[in-house]
């Protein structure tokens, strides 16, 4: 019965925006992919929710700084298991234009683990969708390995 | 004995419990899907909600650990036991005359009232700033809806009491309508029916008065630090509440069925409950944003209750 | 109010505008700037590219064997600005339109153009010079074709045998003897 479940439950991922000190630029991506008609993530089933501890999908744009460092791992804390994580856009992998920056640590990865990543500066909402598909096959792949209830 | 089984049939299938589940979750994918219709999108599918539960009963359940841990579980289970039972006493026309005896309009203002207790109850729970913004905000709002509420409940059974004085059983407004013919072609019922329209958006928190749990503002307010199963029953409960206000204004104004036997008014309900779902919330989420908290107030205070007094007014004077 | 309506009505009458992406492939402008491209047959070695890099994502090695250098263009920090293929006097970097990018976190440092140019080979002693693609022979070296093919310490004695030759200085081995 859980099996069955488990299939069904990646048709409806619920997305959550981080900015990890970015130039807004991945953001106003995000944001057209889910808001605008041309792009309507919403046919996926999918939905910007307001609360981290309603997320499924993680999507988070910026180089880490250091300013923002502590408060985006709490938030990232916050969102309940199974989580996918998709970086949108070079900075959270490698710093982009940014990088060696005098605010700017190391990428990402080294505190976050990412699961998905869509390079791009920014990239295309159509990538950006491409990159949410990826992140619900990968929830399916995890949801059927059984890491549900992992803390 | 045969009035227990008949209410434990009631809160269990139908028109409570799985029913009103269905329904309501039916409802809610109805109106997404036409709100991006109206937005020129495609909209999920139509079974969306149905996934959304599925979704939430796969996570983890995170509970801060300054919260109060038993009113925190609590507060959704009370909510949506509250809101099935009172699906269970709304009458459907031609189908099912309400539970006997309880069907009583002063029960359910007793009763309507459950789930926004049940939100406030979460927000205070929560220990977080945002869950009481939430919490004091749903409070005031809820003063603010259940004025034209009120209003409107003594508008109807002042006008189907007549000469004999008010009537609150709905089996009596129901066997007047079938009567008379619907409240809702009664012009003195109009200003009444208006105000209805417009509590229901509000007591939903859709459209102009998504305030408690406003996205952009409180960050969900009282729902903040739910995840997992429990907001899975804080979504059923709001879809089970959908059904109850829309039964209840069709009940209240236009539950003439079409005589088609069990299923066709069953259907002819359900298009009923649709039409208005897309005439009251639908269409205010997409044409309007959301208003401050004292404006929502003053909305209601100041154009909605006025209307709904009209209708009492007149009903008074046209005894 | 009326306004609203009538814009309502106009969407359901109007219908969906959505793109059809994912469930029909997503239309690419013609001059639209993906991930970029190495030739490595064009490449000069000039380093040009590395130079303008916007994020720094080139990177130019020589190889472990010493027969050639290795660019390695890493595209999690490339930021498509067209920089390098902007200013690549051969066309080796090019952008490519390709923006289907998307891949698992696991494969991150495989994401790049990693490209072998092997060094020329100087015509007359054989030693290692920079790549002299046809593209470049055509570009700048049509003014002395056999002096280009050479290393730095030919190709100066080639234009010092030259200027001795056009300006009548006999060249001798060893110094002239005081008369």
Known sequence: MLQFLSKLAPRSPWIYRINAGSCNGCDVEMATAALIPRYDVERLGCKYCGSPRHADVVLISGPLTMRVRDRVLRVFDEIPYPKVTVAVGVCPVSGGCFRDGYSVGSNIDHYIPLDVIVPGCPPRPQAIMEGVLKAVEVWRARLEEGVCSHS | ?319 | ?179
């Open chain 2, 1 to 319: 004995m045969n009035s227990i089984l008949e209410a434990a049939f009631a809160t269990v299938i139908f028109p409570g419990g799985l029913f009103a589940l269905a329904l309501g979750l039916l409802l809610k994918g109805a109106d997404r899907k036409m709100l991006a219709r109206l937005q020129r999108r495609v909209g999920p599918p139509l079974y969306q909600p149905v996934l959304d539960i599925i979704k939430l009963m796969t996570k983890e359940t995170l509970i801060p650990h300054t919260a109060n841990e038993v009113a925190f579980r609590l507060a959704p289970v009370l909510g949506l036991t509250g809101m099935l039972v009172t699906a269970a006493v709304m009458p459907i026309g031609g189908v099912w005359n309400g539970v006997s005896g309880l069907g009583d309009l002063l029960v359910l203002l007793y009763l309507l009232p459950i789930p926004a207790m049940a939100l406030m109850l979460a927000g205070g729970a929560s220990s977080s700033p945002y869950g009481s913004l939430g919490f004091s905000r749903e409070m005031c709002l809820m003063f603010a809806y259940e004025m034209p509420l009120i209003a409107s409940f003594l508008a109807v059974s002042v006008r189907v009491g007549g000469t004999a004085g008010s009537v609150l059983s709905l089996d009596a407004i129901m066997a007047y309508q079938l009567q008379n013919g619907p409240l809702l072609f009664d012009p003195v019922m109009l200003p009444a029916a208006l105000a209805l329209l417009i509590f229901i958006p509000g007591t939903m928190g859709h459209g102009l008065f998504d305030i408690p749990e406003a996205e952009t503002e409180v960050l969900e307010g009282p729902l903040l630090e739910y995840s997992g199963p429990l907001l899975a029953v804080f979504n059923l409960m709001s879809a089970v509440k959908l059904v109850v206000v829309l039964e209840l204004a069709v009940a209240l104004f236009c539950p003439n069925p079409i005589g088609g036997g069990i299923v066709g008014n069953l259907v002819w309900h359900v298009c009923k409950c649709l039409v208005l779902l897309m005439l009251s919330v639908t269409c205010f989420r997409a044409a309007t944003g959301r208003l401050r908290l004292d404006q929502g107030f003053s909305f209601f205070v100041k154009y909605t209750s006025p209307l709904a007094l009209v209708s009492l007014g007149l009903a008074v004077m046209l005894r």
């Open chain 3, 1 to 179: 109010m009326l306004p609203f309506l009538k814009i309502m009505v106009r969407n359901l009458i109007l219908g969906p505008s959505t793109d059809p992406f994912p469930f029909a492939p997503a239309k690419t402008p013609d001059k639209f700037r993906g991930c970029a491209a190495h030739d490595p047959e064009k490449c000069i070695l000039c380093g040009i590219c590395r130079h303008v890099c916007a994020p720094g994502a080139i990177q130019i090695r020589v190889s472990e064997d010493g027969s050639g250098m290795n660019l390695v263009l890493w595209h999690n920090s490339c930021v498509f600005c067209g920089m390098c293929a902007h200013y690549c006097p051969t066309g080796a970097m090019t952008m490519t339109s390709n923006w289907h990018l998307t891949h698992l976190g696991a494969d991150k440092f495989s994401n790049c153009i990693d490209s072998f140019i092997p060094f020329g080979e100087c015509a007359q002693c054989g030693a290692k010079i920079q790549p002299r693609p046809q593209a470049i022979i055509d570009k700048i070296g049509q003014r002395q074709p056999d002096r280009f093919l050479l290393c730095p310490q030919c190709k100066r004695e080639s234009i010092a045998k030259h200027v001795a030759q056009v300006n009548h200085i006999t060249t001798h081995e060893t110094p002239q003897e005081t008369p």
